[in-house]
């Protein structure tokens, strides 16, 4: 058990993507790596975390849980980098599962002026020998997968779910997007919903894919493939709460028909905001809310003087829109500024979880002149655009999920 009190909070991130500094000169190659990485930082990520880390040691979380893709691609130094950096905690617990980027990916590179290199992929074994800590503090453990349940206090019990789909030796090809939960640790899961229930705890899920679909544009690859065999277990067991990755995006879906799972994706930590999952436990209810990240009082002095760093934000968002920007065709250069500037705040605003919308707000944007452009010259990008509002009364940022009060046996 990670703490006695009832009352206690744990921090969530996810996709970190740290690639270590020693794996690149910062030169031509590396430079074109970040200018095609979908807006995640990559130069810094191990400042970006110490600071995080220096926060940690502030305020004192009990956990910080990543759920995946804690590295750029796999490189076994970045995972061993990123242990170190979080070796600095003082009193709070750290646990990962591994994302569908960490585990034996083809291509884990270094570097160096204008040339990739072949650098050592991550093992499962690998996996398990950086991160034992987390092992270490585990209820149980599952001998197919890299998955591990811990007990966080009188109340809770967190299953730390491996959904990833790699070989058994390194890879030569990119990583599997898609995910999945093998029948061996489907089976384990079960046990450890079983104990849950017989010890009056309530079971909290955590993955790197998805259990629902957070964007009906853009879902293959990122829910786990056999969802429906993981919903028959929260429905009966009764699974109140997941945690998850992947998409990138901030989101939340509520329980679902027969499914009385919420599920709860915290946005990119190396992109937009640097966003994070505030849980706050109490006696039968938790309270989630998305929080960003000013790493300048957790700078040292001579990173104080970086105007980059001290407006990290600012960074992060320029880099994800030159990121969209490159991405969009611009038919003539007028109505190609037009597209952009409406299409990229329209994203940015979704995926970090600002997208709600009022029905009449939403009809003037379908009305203008930036929508009409968009859907005639880019009809794909237009019917993605509609996915990207929310005009229910719930919220992508903040939920309290309350539990029935267990009788003890």
């Known amino acids: 058990m990670i703490t006695n009190k009832l009352d206690t909070e744990f921090w969530v991130i996810t996709d970190t993507h740290l690639i270590a500094n020693q794996l690149h000169d910062n030169g031509p190659a590396f430079k074109q790596i970040q200018s095609t990485s979908q807006g995640k930082d990559l130069v810094y990520q191990e400042i970006a975390l110490r600071a995080f880390c220096k926060f940690a040691n502030e305020k004192k979380p009990a956990a910080i849980i990543v759920t995946g893709d804690v590295t750029f691609n796999g490189e076994l130094l970045s995972a061993q980098r990123f242990q170190k950096i979080f070796s600095s905690l003082t009193d709070t617990k750290l646990f990962l599962l591994p994302g569908n980027h960490d585990?034996?990916?083809g291509w884990a590179r270094s570097f160096s002026n204008d040339q990739q290199l072949y650098t050592k992929q991550i093992?499962?074994?690998?996996w398990r020998n950086i991160f034992h800590e987390s092992y270490d503090h585990a209820w149980?453990?599952?001998?197919?997968s890299l998955a591990y349940s811990i007990q966080l206090n009188p109340q809770y019990l967190l299953l730390m779910l491996d959904t990833n789909i790699y070989g058994q030796k390194e890879a030569l090809r990119s990583p599997v997007t898609a995910g999945f939960i093998g029948e061996?640790?489907?089976?384990w899961?079960?046990?450890?919903?079983?104990f849950a229930q017989k010890h009056n705890l309530y079971p909290l899920l955590f993955m790197h894919h998805n259990l629902y679909v957070h964007n009906p544009a853009v879902n293959r690859g990122f829910v786990i493939d056999n969802a429906s065999s993981l919903s028959q277990l929260c429905q009966k067991y009764d699974v109140k709460l997941a945690f998850s990755g992947h998409i990138h995006a901030q989101n939340?879906?509520?329980p679902q028909p027969n499914i009385p799972t919420t599920e709860i994706v915290t946005s990119s930590f190396c992109s937009f905001d640097q966003a994070y999952g505030l849980v706050k436990?109490?006696?039968?209810?938790?309270?989630?809310?998305?929080?960003t990240f000013n790493m300048r009082p957790y700078l040292s002095a001579e990173e104080q003087k970086s105007y980059i760093l001290t407006h990290f934000h600012n960074y992060l968002k320029d880099i994800q829109l030159k990121n969209l920007t490159h991405n969009m065709t611009q038919k003539d250069k007028n109505s190609g500024q037009k597209i952009n500037k409406f299409f990229i705040e329209a994203n940015y605003n979704y995926f970090t979880g600002h997208n709600h919308i009022n029905e009449k707000k939403l009809i003037q944007l379908y009305n203008s002149e930036q929508y009409r452009l968009l859907t005639k010259y880019q009809p794909k990008l237009g019917r993605?655009?509609?996915?990207l509002f929310d005009t229910t009364d719930h919220s992508n940022l903040n939920i309290q999920i309350n539990f029935k009060e267990k009788q003890n046996e």
């Open 384 to 387: 993605y655009l509609q996915t």
């Open 184 to 187: 061996m640790q489907l089976a």
């Open 123 to 126: 093992s499962p074994t690998d």
């Open 103 to 105: 585990i034996f990916d």
């Open 252 to 254: 939340i879906v509520k």
């Open 281 to 291: 436990v109490k006696k039968n209810q938790i309270r989630y809310q998305r929080q």
């Open 140 to 144: 149980a453990t599952d001998s197919s």
């Open 189 to 194: 899961l079960e046990k450890q919903l079983k």
